[in-house]
């Protein structure tokens, strides 16, 4: 389940939040060092850089094999919580670690491990679209360029 930002949530004991930014606004990096993204991509939040006033407002992710920051306020953020439990392995049977295995409680919780792909899907369609677009721009503008070629010899 994803919670917003702003939502309060207890979490359990062995609990973790991930974080997730969905781009309300697309940004184009500035510097190497940042994070360019479209209106709708979902961005993973790796560092929130908590206080250190002098990443205010920016935070680190990555979208597919793109890293970089970014800035919060083109974002809106969600966090789920994942639980993970712990199991001391040591005097389990292979017998029950086989079925703790399938239940998904070795592996993680698979609801949380299939919204994770979905997110990688989605991200990636949407970063493939974008090529497209750009390929089938950038050819349109190719032809034109031919084309006013012709025209004026």
Aim: glycine share 8%.
């Amino acid at each position: 389940q994803l919670m917003s930002s702003s939502s309060k949530g207890g979490g359990a004991v062995g609990a973790t939040k991930k974080g997730y930014a969905k781009a309300v606004y697309g940004y184009d990096a500035q510097t190497e060092h940042e994070l360019s993204f479209d209106e709708g991509e979902i961005i993973v939040v790796l560092n929130k850089f908590e206080n250190q006033s002098e990443y205010n407002g920016w935070w680190y992710g990555h979208i597919d094999d793109y890293y970089g920051m970014f800035p919060v306020a083109y974002t809106e953020v969600y966090f789920k919580e994942e639980k993970t439990v712990q199991v001391d392995n040591t005097k389990t049977s292979d017998l029950i670690k086989r079925m703790q295995a399938e239940c998904g409680f070795l592996s993680g919780d698979r609801s949380v491990n299939a919204l994770n792909a979905e997110f990688d899907d989605v991200s990636k369609a949407l970063r493939e679209e974008k090529e497209r677009k750009q390929r089938e721009a950038e050819a349109a503008a190719a032809s034109s360029t031919k084309s006013n070629e012709s025209v004026n010899t």
